[in-house]
């Protein structure tokens, strides 16, 4: 998939924005991998993109239970380094600024504890990930090719999806490829349908112990070599919508011919733009018909 051709420094110079899931639901849980381990592959594959090319550019978004913020901008840390005259220590800023948003995020979490949330803010982080990209492409006369790469665990959130596909549509009109690395047991349907729709690269790892040889092998490839590198494709995906009214993944529901709002039951009256359902205004049809059309419209 080709970035937008005007303004770039030239093929090879990428952006990579990393959404970092630190969901501590998903990663106390997780017998397979610890976070620290989990962290140390990513680091490594920060370095790595960094080291390619001069002008490459990382920018890093933890994702937590009840919040999102940038946790580290190589930009930044670039400028910061080359006045005092040393290279520049991902490891250092990152983590610091790592430990204080888990403590932020956790407090929140106490503050809110009656609204138990075992999903991480996918949304959240993509919205951020795309107003930098933005910001980017605004800033100056020249930009590196931009894109995305999720690095998730936690489970969907049904309650996210209507602003997680909003955000995977943007990225399709910004033409900035989502790639994913989904680390859970089962495979993530937001994350199958942000890959395909966005032209992004899915991987499911099947041994998380080489994690970084997945990470660098797959998703350190920059969108003009990927012109010309076979590079794995899933099986299929997961197609299915969640419902507006209970916030449930479904097979089959009720669409409003008019805003296209998804109901898992038949309504006399949409809740989202209130058209009032007829024998001939609602519409049985499975939710993954539903997901094909949805970007025509």
Known sequence: MTSVPSKRYSDDVSLVVVLLDTNPFFWTASSSLSFSQFLSHVLAFVNSILLLNQLNQVVVIATGYNTCD??????MDAS??????????????????????????????KE????????????GSLSMALCYIQRVFRSGPLHPQPRI??????????????????????????????DSCYVGANNSAFLQ?????????YVKPQHLDGLFQYLTTVFATDLHSRSFIRLPRPAGVDFRASCFCHKTTIDMGYIC?????IFCKHHKK???????????????????????????T
């Open 70 to 75: 940038y946790i580290y901008d190589s930009s």
């Open 80 to 109: 910061q380094s080359s006045e005092k005259g040393r290279m520049p220590s991902v490891y250092s800023n990152l983590l610091q600024k790592l430990e204080e948003f888990m403590i932020k995020d956790e407090k929140l979490g």
């Open 112 to 123: 809110q504890s009656q609204r138990a949330i075992a999903s991480s803010l996918l949304s």
């Open 149 to 178: 790469l999720c690095l998730q665990g936690s489970s969907d959130g049904p309650e996210q999806y209507v602003a997680v596909m909003n955000a995977i549509f943007s990225a399709q009109r910004s033409m900035v490829p989502i």
């Open 193 to 201: 349908q942000a890959s395909y729709i966005t032209g992004g690269v």
């Open 257 to 261: 011919s008019v805003c296209l709002s």
């Open 270 to 296: 949409c809740s989202t733009c209130g058209s009032v359902f007829g024998q001939a205004q609602s519409d049985t049809s499975s939710a993954s018909d539903h997901k094909r059309k949805a970007p025509e």
